[in-house]
């Protein structure tokens, strides 16, 4: 009827009179039949559309009975834990929602049924941890998953149908095979390989950069063919992945042309000791096809030597340990050499990143002995014990990196004598981190800092730099008793 009405408004009652469809409410035929105008009539029959619209429609009936919720085996959280997470979520407080969450699954209990729905939402956006939010949920979770399409996906895992892979978005094909590589990298690749010439550019190099995670001599195969790819981005992608396998052919080439330019000689010393010293070749000539495996001829730093930027190159992927039984000398006074040598300043960066990717400790003690890093990555190839004496070195000018290592998804406590440096640099330089890291820092703060934070707190300076520090003091006060409260 709504239909006809709009169209005798668009019209005018003059040219077209709405038509009583069949089936239509009995008050429409008598509304037609009074002896008034026939804009009268008109009103009337749209006056009473629109209170059958507002008064809705009679409910669905639905020939069949939901499934009942099974029962919980496992404990629910306490009604505080549960208005924490609730205020959390109210309030878009990221950073305690993930705490919260955190210890929740740390206790294996599982949230209040009422808060189930708004934490599966939740669960389907991307920044979280999916399968620990799902955890939390327990039973009601699983038993609403099975109800609501939308949330079909957090019960099935990585797909959201069997078909994912051949009709899924972009998005649903790149989670299952991330998934899939983590799982399985051997599956993984095959059925990447299965698709890979029918699939478009884009999609090719999204795939692609999701093999970095498991990358095994295992993958060489299938990377190689994909150096005579149409793409010029795949063909980078894919021999940037071949060179960083040990052991594949453009490994092997690489690290065999850098045992051809660098060599370890020994030299007499004031005429009676023998000195060790590391010379890179300059008179190397190489053939034009290292130049197509990612090598780069010419640095784009002004006045850094063609020969050793490419020795650099090579370098940042050779194995310290390789590389030093090639060259008969141990890893320690290979990296000494290379420190000591005139071109250290720009083999540095490449040094470094040997260091990092193969987790060689002696070398990367000697970089971060020398008290100028600036890659914190380096500290993942010491044991955690080694670590405290080197943080303090990446708080000027890489604050922010710093606090991204130190504040893990663990929330493990940091040490107290860390704990007190870090807060009295954030005192002088406050803005050094944002509101963000200061909630985390909070968490992870020990009990310990407490006086310290008061004795902060009741500072009587007035300057902004320091009244927004104390703002940020009173938040970590607030988190670390709330983590005591539900620890």
Same mark, same amino acid.
């Given at each position: 009827?709504? &239909?006809?009405i709009?169209?005798?408004?668009l019209?005018?009652?003059d040219?077209?009179? /709405?038509?009583?469809?069949?089936?239509?409410?009995?008050?429409?035929?008598?509304?037609?039949?009074l002896?008034?105008?026939?804009?009268?009539r008109?009103?009337?029959?749209?006056?009473?559309?629109?209170?059958?619209?507002?008064?809705?429609?009679?409910?669905?009936?639905i020939?069949?009975?939901l499934?009942?919720?099974?029962?919980?085996p496992?404990a629910?959280v306490?009604?505080?834990l549960?208005?924490l997470v609730?205020?959390?979520?109210?309030?878009?407080?990221?950073?305690?929602?993930?705490?919260?969450?955190f210890?929740?699954?740390? %206790?294996?209990?599982?949230?209040? #049924?009422?808060?189930?729905?708004?934490?599966?939402?939740k669960?389907?956006?991307?920044?979280?941890?999916?399968?620990?939010?799902? %955890?939390?949920?327990?039973?009601?979770?699983?038993?609403?998953?099975? *109800?609501? /399409?939308r949330?079909?996906?957090?019960?099935?895992?990585?797909t959201?149908?069997?078909?994912?892979?051949?009709?899924?978005?972009?998005e649903?094909?790149?989670g299952f095979?991330s998934?899939?590589?983590? !799982?399985?990298?051997?599956a993984?690749i095959? *059925?990447?390989?299965s698709?890979?010439?029918?699939?478009n550019?884009n999609?090719r190099?999204?795939?692609?950069q999701?093999?970095?995670?498991?990358?095994?001599?295992?993958?060489e195969?299938?990377?190689?063919?994909?150096?005579?790819?149409?793409?010029?981005?795949?063909?980078?992608?894919?021999?940037?992945?071949?060179?960083?396998?040990?052991?594949s052919?453009?490994? %092997?080439?690489?690290?065999?042309?850098?045992r051809?330019m660098?060599?370890?000689?020994?030299e %007499?010393?004031?005429?009676?000791?023998?000195?060790?010293?590391?010379?890179?070749a300059?008179?190397? &000539?190489?053939?034009?096809?290292i130049f197509?495996?990612g090598?780069?001829?010419?640095? #784009?730093?002004?006045?850094?030597?063609?020969?050793?930027?490419?020795?650099?190159?090579?370098?940042s992927?050779?194995?310290?340990v390789?590389?030093s039984?090639?060259?008969n000398?141990?890893?320690?006074?290979?990296?000494?050499?290379?420190?000591?040598?005139?071109?250290?300043?720009?083999? *540095?960066?490449?040094?470094?990143?040997s260091?990092?990717?193969?987790?060689?400790?002696?070398?990367?003690?000697?970089?971060?002995?020398?008290?100028?890093?600036?890659?914190?990555?380096?500290?993942?190839?010491?044991?955690?014990?080694?670590?405290l004496p080197?943080?303090?070195q990446?708080?000027?000018?890489?604050?922010?990196n710093?606090?991204?290592?130190? *504040?893990?998804? #663990?929330?493990?406590?940091?040490?107290?004598?860390?704990?007190?440096q870090?807060?009295?640099h954030?005192?002088?330089f406050?803005?050094?981190?944002?509101?963000?890291?200061?909630?985390?820092?909070?968490?992870?703060?020990?009990?310990?800092t407490?006086?310290?934070?008061?004795?902060?707190?009741?500072?009587?300076?007035?300057?902004y730099?320091?009244?927004?520090?104390?703002?940020?003091?009173?938040?970590?006060?607030?988190l670390v008793e709330?983590?005591? !409260?539900? #620890?």
């Amino acid at each position: 009827m709504n &239909t006809e009405i709009l169209k005798a408004a668009l019209l005018g009652t003059d040219r077209y009179i /709405p038509e009583i469809p069949k089936g239509a409410p009995e008050i429409y035929t008598k509304i037609d039949a009074l002896p008034t105008s026939k804009e009268d009539r008109f009103l009337k029959m749209a006056f009473v559309s629109l209170l059958y619209e507002e008064a809705g429609a009679k409910p669905l009936v639905i020939d069949s009975q939901l499934p009942e919720c099974p029962p919980e085996p496992q404990a629910i959280v306490t009604s505080q834990l549960a208005a924490l997470v609730q205020s959390a979520i109210a309030d878009q407080n990221e950073v305690l929602f993930a705490f919260l969450v955190f210890r929740i699954a740390q %206790r294996n209990e599982v949230i209040q #049924a009422q808060l189930v729905p708004g934490i599966l939402d939740k669960a389907l956006e991307k920044k979280y941890d999916k399968q620990k939010l799902i %955890r939390i949920c327990g039973k009601t979770g699983e038993w609403l998953c099975g *109800l609501n /399409p939308r949330w079909k996906v957090l019960r099935d895992g990585t797909t959201e149908d069997e078909n994912v892979w051949d009709i899924g978005s972009i998005e649903s094909r790149k989670g299952f095979l991330s998934a899939l590589r983590k !799982k399985d990298p051997g599956a993984a690749i095959i *059925l990447l390989e299965s698709t890979f010439t029918q699939e478009n550019a884009n999609n090719r190099l999204a795939f692609l950069q999701l093999l970095h995670d498991g990358l095994s001599l295992s993958d060489e195969p299938f990377l190689q063919k994909l150096i005579t790819d149409k793409s010029q981005k795949v063909r980078e992608v894919a021999i940037g992945l071949l060179r960083q396998i040990q052991g594949s052919a453009i490994n %092997r080439y690489h690290l065999e042309c850098l045992r051809r330019m660098i060599e370890v000689r020994e030299e %007499r010393h004031l005429l009676v000791t023998k000195k060790k010293k590391l010379v890179i070749a300059e008179d190397v &000539t190489f053939e034009e096809n290292i130049f197509k495996t990612g090598i780069e001829k010419v640095s #784009a730093e002004k006045g850094v030597q063609d020969h050793v930027f490419i020795a650099g190159q090579l370098l940042s992927l050779a194995d310290p340990v390789e590389l030093s039984n090639m060259l008969n000398i141990s890893e320690q006074s290979l990296i000494t050499l290379f420190l000591d040598h005139p071109a250290a300043k720009v083999l *540095l960066p490449f040094l470094t990143s040997s260091a990092i990717r193969f987790k060689c400790k002696s070398w990367a003690l000697a970089l971060l002995h020398r008290g100028d890093a600036r890659d914190i990555g380096l500290l993942d190839a010491l044991e955690e014990s080694e670590r405290l004496p080197f943080y303090l070195q990446f708080l000027n000018g890489n604050a922010a990196n710093l606090f991204a290592y130190l *504040l893990n998804d #663990a929330y493990s406590l940091l040490p107290a004598r860390l704990a007190e440096q870090l807060l009295d640099h954030l005192s002088k330089f406050p803005y050094h981190i944002n509101q963000g890291t200061y909630q985390r820092l909070g968490l992870q703060l020990p009990d310990s800092t407490m006086p310290i934070l008061k004795k902060y707190a009741d500072d009587p300076r007035q300057d902004y730099p320091f009244r927004y520090f104390k703002n940020q003091v009173l938040e970590m006060m607030r988190l670390v008793e709330l983590r005591k !409260k539900i #620890a």
